[in-house]
């Protein structure tokens, strides 16, 4: 089934990862893809160690917003090669950790997560990200939005270690 996790609240890759830790505790077979992000996020690696095959990163440290047209491109040809290597891999449960900030800033091919989407009737796939795209909704088995009522970000808190990533 498809899942999605969007939402202006904090948790969308958090809820991901949790699932996916579970799936592994069932003995089951898991990929991890995640879009627009470096890599560094904790869960990364024990879920790594716990069995999990976890695929990340992007042209250098920037946000979409802040990249050169060159890092973009260079980006977006990252994302497309690696959901092309996961989409040929077997799993049970496949994760595409921000794939719908991905489709938003044109940074993965739309086809290509359309093929992801059609694995749904086959196998578990779990998309995050804000703004999801209107035929991923259409498409979802599940829809968990998750609403911020409260974060320290809006005390000028910054992201913390160990919490946020």
């Known amino acids: 089934m498809l899942h999605i996790y969007t939402g202006e609240g904090k948790g969308k ?3 991901a990862m949790g699932l996916a ?11 991890i893809l995640q879009f627009l992000k470096g890599g560094t996020s904790g869960e990364l690696m024990p879920l790594s160690k716990a069995g ?18 060159d890092e973009k491109e260079e ?5 497309d ?7 040929g891999m077997t799993f049970d449960l496949l994760v595409l950790d921000e794939v719908c900030a991905a489709l938003k800033y044109d940074m993965v ?15 578990e796939i779990v998309m995050t990200g804000r703004d999801p795209a209107q035929f991923l909704l ?13 974060h320290p970000y809006e005390r000028g ?3 913390r270690e160990g919490i946020e990533y």
């Open 81 to 87: 090669e690696n959901l092309r290597r996961v989409l």
């Open 138 to 150: 259409d498409a979802a088995d599940y829809i968990t939005q998750m609403v911020c009522v409260r």
């Open 109 to 123: 091919d739309p086809e290509l997560v359309k093929r992801a989407v059609e694995l749904g009737s086959e196998r």
């Open 75 to 79: 980006t977006r040809k990252m994302n």
């Open 13 to 15: 890759t958090t809820a």
């Open 157 to 159: 808190i910054t992201a």
């Open 52 to 69: 999990a095959t976890v695929i990340s990163g992007k042209a250098g440290n920037k946000f979409v917003s802040a990249m050169s047209p």
């Open 21 to 31: 830790l579970r799936a592994i505790g069932h003995g089951r077979k898991v990929v």
